[in-house]
């Protein structure tokens, strides 16, 4: 972070450099933005085929098949979950949630996509649906559906507390969940989990030090956030050790609860949808 007393006086034309106006690093106007009405259409008389309950402080795994809706969905208290997905049938295409920050900013909400790893960078998921598109930004600059925190870990956390050992972060929690439905190893299904869509979790940076913070999440029983499958998937989802991060994380003191994961199958897909192929860049290199 940037020092609060810095070790060098500023130039005098230091107000000059930092009032240099700002450029978007991607602009995205030639990104094509999904039309949500065919989407929400789809919805009606779509049939509930698979339900997943993630209990509280631990991960579990879902598939959805391209085509398909899933929720995830607060059912008995305030939660906030990690999610990580991949290509069901290839698990290094996996969510990369630096470019879809860079894309779509630091939180997510509809109209948004989850973009998928190098070199395949493709749509995987279209937030189709979020209750919780009312908080917008708060006064702190918080807002929720984050993709510029990680997952609480089980490294940082014996880094910080001098070698403590917890087992229920979600890095580990998405490890084991990932181990149990694919029959990996643990080590082997650790090097496939990934930085993280943080549903329901409510971040921002602070204005003075540009530390990454976390405040009650304002979720609630009902509240959902939704998804289009852009491509077949493989789901995983941890009910975090924070509970709704009002306090801290990777924690046993913390009051947690379950989450919903719940997939459906529309009548017909979305009117004029097609899975989207991988990126087009020929790969050369320049060689």
Partial sequence: ?????????????????????PVICYPVEGLPAPD?????????????????????????CFRVPAGH?????SVEG?????????????LAERFYSG?????????LSSGD???????????????????????????????????IGTRCDPYTHNLLSHGGQYHHCC???????????????LAEA?????????????????????????????????????FFAEIDLLGALSACPGGDCSAEHSSDAAACHPLLVEVFRPVAPPAGWVSPPVNGYDRSHGR
């Fill in 113 to 147: 996509r989850m973009w998928s790893a190098h070199p395949y960078l493709r749509p995987m998921a279209t937030i189709t649906d979020d209750s919780l598109d009312w908080y917008g930004f708060d006064a702190f600059g918080g807002a929720v559906h984050d993709v």
């Fill in 171 to 185: 890095h580990s929690n998405l490890t084991r969940a990932l181990a149990d439905t694919t029959g990996l190893s």
């Fill in 99 to 107: 470019k879809t920050r860079a894309l779509h900013g630091t939180h």
């Fill in 1 to 21: 972070m940037k020092p609060v007393h810095p070790d060098h006086t500023a130039p005098a034309d230091a107000e000059t450099r930092r009032a240099v106006a």
């Fill in 36 to 60: 949500l009405a065919p989407y929400r259409a789809a919805r009606d008389g779509w049939t509930k085929v698979g339900e997943t309950q993630v209990p509280a402080r631990e991960a579990r």
């Fill in 78 to 90: 305030p939660q906030v979950g990690d999610l990580n997905l991949w290509n069901a049938t290839n």
């Fill in 190 to 226: 650790e090097g496939h989990v990934h930085d993280v869509l943080n549903v329901f979790m409510c971040t921002g940076f602070t204005r003075d030090t540009g530390q990454y913070f976390m405040k009650a999440s304002p979720v609630r029983v009902g509240d959902y956030l939704e």
């Fill in 69 to 73: 809706f899933f929720r995830i969905t």
